[in-house]
T-cell receptor, first 112, second 115 residues
Framework: DVKVTQSSRYLVKRTGEKVFLECVQDMDHENMFWYRQDPGLGLRLIYFSYDVKMKEKGDIPEGYSVSREKKERFSLILESASTNQTSMYLC???????????FGPGTRLTVL | AQSVTQPDIHITVSEGASLELRCNYSYGATPYLFWYVQSPGQGLQLLLKYFSGDTLVQGIKGFEAEFKRSQSSFNLRKPSVHWSDAAEYFCAVVTGNTNAGKSTFGDGTTLTVKP
């Protein structure tokens, strides 16, 4: 099975800081995704990438950017963190045409 | 637009009782459907999937789900719940360009298991 790892399980940052969340997958999958998860709102797609240097906005891209310089790594960037970005962030990967997603353990980000 | 609805936010069942979690989808074409489970503080894990063929699919941990096109439903079932099944469950459908694997998720159902 695909292993997806995220750089931190818990992260505490201050308002206005630039925040990097890293995600790495080990199975050469083409597609990678960033979601945020909030109680009662399910999973909401922030950005996804279907190839190196390719990205598409998801449903809630405002306040976020992404980077995919290598196939195995997909980074989520909060340019200037705000308190309303306090959330659980989940990364996922899937191969083209396979459909089911493999998730990392999540990063719980708190912005003070 | 495609959507997934899980009508039950929270369900409580007794250990050993049967379980059914409901999922309804709205999508024009034949959907690819999934159920995922999330234990506290963890990422999501695939339980089972439906692409085509037999409408009753078996998954891990003794779960099964039935696709009913006429009802636009994909309900998850388990005949006898174990305490370790307490978790949050998400139904999902793959939409759009299937090569991209982009999924729409329901809001989730939290399962509590009483001893």
């Amino acid at each position: 099975d695909v292993k997806v790892t995220q750089s931190s399980r818990y992260l505490v940052k201050r308002t206005g800081e630039k925040v990097f969340l890293e995600c790495v997958q080990d199975m050469d999958h083409e597609n990678m995704f960033w979601y945020r998860q909030d109680p009662g709102l399910g999973l909401r797609l922030i950005y996804f990438s279907y190839d190196v240097k390719m990205k598409e906005k998801g449903d809630i891209p405002e306040g976020y950017s992404v980077s995919r310089e290598k196939k195995e790594r997909f980074s989520l960037i909060l340019e200037s963190a705000s308190t309303n970005q306090t959330s659980m962030y989940l990364c996922a990967a899937t191969s083209a045409g396979r459909h089911e997603q493999f998730f990392g353990p999540g990063t719980r980000l708190t912005v003070l | 637009a495609q959507s997934v609805t899980q009508p039950d936010i929270h369900i409580t069942v007794s250990e050993g009782a049967s379980l059914e979690l409901r999922c309804n989808y709205s999508y024009g074409a034949t959907p690819y459907l999934f159920w995922y489970v999330q234990s506290p503080g963890q990422g999501l894990q695939l339980l089972l999937k439906y692409f085509s063929g037999d409408t009753l699919v078996q998954g891990i941990k003794g779960f099964e789900a039935e696709f009913k096109r006429s009802q636009s439903s994909f309900n998850l079932r388990k005949p006898s719940v174990h305490w370790s099944d307490a978790a949050e469950y998400f139904c999902a459908v793959v939409t759009g360009n299937t090569n991209a694997g982009k999924s729409t998720f329901g809001d989730g159902t939290t399962l509590t298991v009483k001893p």
